[in-house]
């Protein structure tokens, strides 16, 4: 079972979100501060972290760089839960290391649509091994890219690029996660590269590619959405 922690100092929201994940199996703790949150950290290391940014003692932001420093957090998955909406303050939160992030008020479904979304990137839990998004169809087991039942013939990066935004639809994937993910942490390219492989697997993928969406300064979305 996930462990996950939730800084909120707004007990209505610590409250909706705790029960939505205990519903959905996940093992969770509420800490309303900074000071009570690092304490717990101490104690254990969860799979997952529900940050607000607005704290009473401390801005989340600076809890997120701290996290990153640190060894023992540095790969823990974070999700920034904030009522500031501007692309700037998503491009901050997703700078200093968040992974996600939610806009209040929010969903629940959404809510755990992204947790779900960030454990399975992170590893925490299994990649499902057919995934289905609009007429796009990837089959793990066998390597394989279908759109609209036809066979889609993707470069090995193309396919790794495809299977990322998948595991990840509805949710806004930063360049840099893409980049080590599907390049590897030692990628000394330039990002542009990214592009271009965008631009080609678009093409590939005919009207489906119309999912896949850019998030000026941030990265990219596959959306079931055509446009």
Known sequence: MSKIYIVEDDRNISEIESFSLKNSGYEVSIYENAHDFYQ?????????VLLDIMLPDEGGLAIVEKLR????TKKIPIILVTA??????????????ADDYL???????EL??????????SGEINEDKCLTIGKIFL?????????DSKLCELTN???KLLKMLMLNAGIVTSRDAILNRVWGVDFQGESRTLDMHIKTLRQKLGE????IKTVRNVGYILDSVIE
Do not use: C, Q, W
């Open 208 to 211: 489906a590619g119309g999912m």
């Open 69 to 72: 420093k640190n060894p023992v």
């Open 40 to 48: 717990a950290l101490d104690d254990s290391v969860p799979n997952l």
């Open 103 to 109: 806009t209040k008020p929010f969903g629940v479904m």
């Open 84 to 97: 500031k909406t501007t692309e700037m303050d998503k491009v901050k939160g997703l700078d200093a290391g």
């Open 139 to 147: 089959d793990s087991e066998r390597h394989a890219v279908y759109v």
């Open 112 to 121: 755990i649509s992204r947790v779900k979304a960030l454990l399975r990137r």
């Open 157 to 159: 990066k193309e396919y």
